[in-house]
């Protein structure tokens, strides 16, 4: 697990944004999303800007906050965050069968934490596709530390282009990314080409649930406001991620949405009414510490003009996944498993 400080958190802010831009890649990110004029289209047709600035923005605040890993988890009652989080990934490796040796794809790999993680777990081979500069250069760094540079590799690349051969892998998994894809259809296609015949590919993705309610305000509000605080063009039905799927040439061997059985909510580390010190930094508690820290190394130049800016976005985020999570209109592990017939 990467010990990330408040000094990582300010030297790295803004990825490998140059720090006096910081500000303008900011408002230009702002400037995407519904708050600020922005529109769907505009979002899915500059997708991959979009969510490049904004993992730069974002990802030493994730690594501050939720450690290598950066995605919810089912949790059992006596289960730590950290715990849920391992058990998570181990339970999509399970499911995909990864045997030793095999060659695996991570789609949206992020700076490598569930990489490492199945890697070690199953004893293969895991290749991760990013398309943002810093984050593989994080997650290299981090593979040498953990001693699986040797089998594990990254690659910068858009997912909607992926430029590996026809049937290349043995599994393939995505974990909370395959969400930013401008078109679902034409990423799943993707992951159908490379995947071997037989083989499988499995993803917890990111999806508003059937009690979304398009003409109710308040469910538009909240659906934004996870949408600019998490680097979204929009955010799909689960039916619509099903669709996809069978249209990509996939055999869905079993879907469902596994926050619907969770017996600690998805979202209780973010929940305000929660306080953990095992996952402090999450808590409403730690955010605000966080929120004011970030304002003074702003003002002290530590950190980047435009810092406290991506930290309220960021915040909004959050408000938003508790709210959704509360009234069940949207879930960040919408399951399933599918296979690419022989």
Same mark, same amino acid.
């Given at each position: 697990?990467?010990?990330?400080g408040?000094?990582?958190?300010?030297?790295?802010?803004?990825?490998?944004?140059?720090?006096?831009?910081?500000?303008?890649? $900011?408002?230009?990110? #702002?400037?995407?999303?519904?708050?600020?004029?922005?529109?769907?289209?505009?979002?899915?047709?500059?997708?991959?800007? =979009?969510?490049?600035?904004?993992?730069?923005?974002?990802?030493?605040f994730?690594?501050?906050?939720w450690?290598?890993?950066?995605?919810?988890?089912?949790?059992?009652?006596?289960?730590?965050?950290?715990?849920s989080?391992k058990?998570?990934?181990?339970?999509?490796?399970?499911?995909?069968?990864?045997?030793? +040796?095999?060659? $695996?794809?991570?789609?949206?790999?992020?700076?490598?934490?569930?990489?490492?993680?199945?890697?070690?777990?199953?004893?293969?081979?895991?290749?991760?596709?990013?398309?943002?500069?810093?984050?593989?250069?994080?997650?290299?760094?981090?593979?040498?530390?953990? +001693?699986?540079?040797k089998?594990?590799n990254?690659?910068?690349?858009?997912?909607?282009? =992926?430029?590996?051969?026809?049937n290349?892998? /043995?599994?393939?998994?995505?974990?909370?990314?395959?969400?930013?894809?401008?078109?679902?259809?034409?990423?799943?296609?993707?992951?159908? @080409?490379?995947?071997?015949? +037989?083989?499988?590919?499995? &993803?917890?993705?990111?999806?508003?649930?059937?009690?979304?309610?398009?003409?109710?305000?308040?469910?538009?509000?909240?659906?934004?406001?996870?949408e600019?605080?998490?680097?979204?063009?929009?955010?799909?039905?689960?039916?619509?991620?099903?669709e &996809?799927?069978?249209?990509?040439?996939? #055999? $869905?061997?079993?879907?469902? /949405?596994?926050a619907?059985?969770?017996?600690?909510?998805?979202?209780?580390?973010?929940?305000?009414?929660?306080?953990?010190?095992?996952?402090?930094?999450?808590?409403?508690?730690? @955010?605000?510490?966080?929120k004011?820290? $970030?304002?003074?190394?702003?003002?002290?130049?530590?950190?980047?003009?435009?810092?406290? @800016?991506?930290?309220?976005?960021?915040?909004? &985020?959050?408000e +938003?996944?508790?709210?959704?999570?509360?009234?069940?209109i949207?879930?960040?592990?919408?399951?399933?498993?599918? @296979?690419?017939?022989?």
């Open positions: 697990m990467s010990k990330s408040s000094l990582d958190l300010a030297s790295n802010l803004g990825g490998n944004i140059d720090k006096s831009d910081v500000l303008s890649a $900011v408002e230009k990110y #702002e400037q995407y999303h519904v708050f600020h004029g922005g529109d769907e289209e505009e979002r899915k047709a500059n997708y991959t800007d =979009m969510v490049n600035k904004y993992y730069d923005l974002a990802t030493s994730y690594e501050y906050g450690g290598e890993s950066f995605h919810f988890a089912h949790r059992w009652k006596g289960e730590s965050l950290r715990e989080i058990r998570h990934e181990h339970f999509l490796a399970l499911q995909l069968g990864v045997k030793p +040796g095999q060659k $695996v794809l991570d789609v949206g790999c992020g700076i490598g934490g569930p990489l490492r993680e199945i890697a070690r777990f199953s004893n293969s081979s895991v290749t991760g596709l990013n398309n943002n500069e810093y984050q593989i250069i994080r997650g290299k760094e981090l593979n040498r530390l953990a +001693g699986v540079d089998t594990c990254f690659v910068k690349a858009d997912f909607m282009k =992926m430029p590996f051969p026809e290349t892998f /043995d599994a393939v998994y995505a974990i909370e990314a395959t969400c930013h894809a401008p078109d679902a259809y034409g990423c799943y296609k993707e992951i159908f @080409r490379v995947l071997k015949p +037989g083989q499988c590919f499995a &993803a917890y993705e990111w999806c508003m649930t059937d009690a979304f309610d398009p003409a109710n305000a308040q469910h538009q509000k909240i659906k934004a406001e996870i600019i605080g998490d680097g979204l063009p929009d955010i799909r039905l689960t039916s619509k991620c099903l &996809a799927l069978k249209q990509a040439g996939f #055999e $869905v061997i079993w879907e469902k /949405d596994l619907e059985d969770s017996p600690v909510p998805w979202y209780l580390p973010l929940d305000k009414n929660h306080f953990s010190l095992s996952s402090f930094r999450l808590t409403a508690v730690g @955010r605000f510490i966080t004011n820290m $970030v304002k003074v190394l702003e003002y002290i130049r530590l950190a980047p003009k435009g810092s406290q @800016r991506v930290s309220d976005f960021l915040e909004k &985020a959050a +938003g996944l508790v709210d959704g999570g509360r009234r069940e949207f879930t960040p592990m919408y399951f399933f498993l599918a @296979r690419k017939p022989e």
